[in-house]
């Protein structure tokens, strides 16, 4: 009796395997392709203009104090010159944070405008692996993976976001 329902279960493996259907899409190629990416580099370049702005606003000030600093330095009574050297210190630290604060921002930024536009891709190669019956869809970006009966769905995936 076991051996009858251990051949049925290689036997059933069997035909699920030969009714399998493979297909193939490179992502990286697709994402490029994708037409929300002038908004999201559009919105990227606005952001970081503002924080080159706002940086470079920021150095200048400093390089005046420090000039200015640098030109009375020498007649500045001891008191003077610390109150100034601790000033030049804490705008420099301001620098410094503000540069990292708008690098982290930049790339939060950037992970949540792109998010959309990844779960749209994602969304229609799923929509065309279910419309096609297939079993599994590789990305060929990620792993070459490209098998002698695997289809290439990007001319499906990039109909289904209307792309041309």
């Given at each position: 009796?076991?051996?009858?329902?251990?051949?049925?279960?290689?036997?059933?493996?069997t035909?699920?395997?030969?009714?399998?259907?493979?297909?193939?899409?490179?992502?990286?190629?697709?994402?490029?392709?994708?037409?929300?990416?002038?908004?999201?580099?559009?919105?990227?370049?606005?952001?970081?203009?503002?924080?080159?702005?706002?940086?470079?606003?920021?150095?200048?000030?400093?390089?005046?104090?420090?000039?200015?600093?640098?030109?009375?330095?020498?007649?500045?009574?001891?008191?003077?010159?610390?109150?100034?050297?601790?000033?030049l210190?804490?705008?420099?630290?301001?620098?410094?944070?503000?540069?990292?604060?708008?690098?982290?921002?930049?790339?939060?930024?950037?992970?949540?405008?792109?998010?959309?536009?990844?779960?749209?891709?994602?969304?229609?190669?799923?929509?065309?692996?279910?419309?096609?019956?297939?079993?599994?869809?590789?990305?060929?970006?990620?792993?070459?993976?490209?098998?002698?009966?695997?289809?290439?769905?990007?001319?499906l995936?990039?109909?289904?976001?209307?792309?041309?």
């Open positions: 009796m076991k051996k009858i329902v251990m051949i049925m279960a290689v036997l059933a493996l035909l699920t395997a030969n009714a399998q259907k493979f297909g193939y899409v490179n992502t990286q190629e697709l994402f490029m392709l994708m037409p929300e990416l002038k908004d999201v580099q559009a919105r990227m370049d606005s952001l970081n203009k503002q924080y080159e702005n706002l940086l470079m606003n920021m150095q200048e000030e400093y390089q005046k104090k420090l000039q200015d600093y640098q030109q009375k330095q020498q007649t500045l009574p001891e008191a003077m010159r610390q109150i100034q050297e601790e000033e210190y804490s705008m420099q630290q301001r620098l410094q944070t503000t540069y990292q604060t708008a690098q982290q921002d930049v790339e939060q930024k950037r992970t949540e405008f792109l998010k959309p536009v990844n779960e749209r891709m994602a969304k229609a190669i799923q929509e065309v692996g279910a419309a096609n019956n297939y079993t599994y869809i590789f990305d060929s970006a990620a792993a070459v993976y490209i098998a002698p009966d695997a289809d290439n769905v990007m001319p995936v990039k109909t289904k976001l209307g792309i041309k």
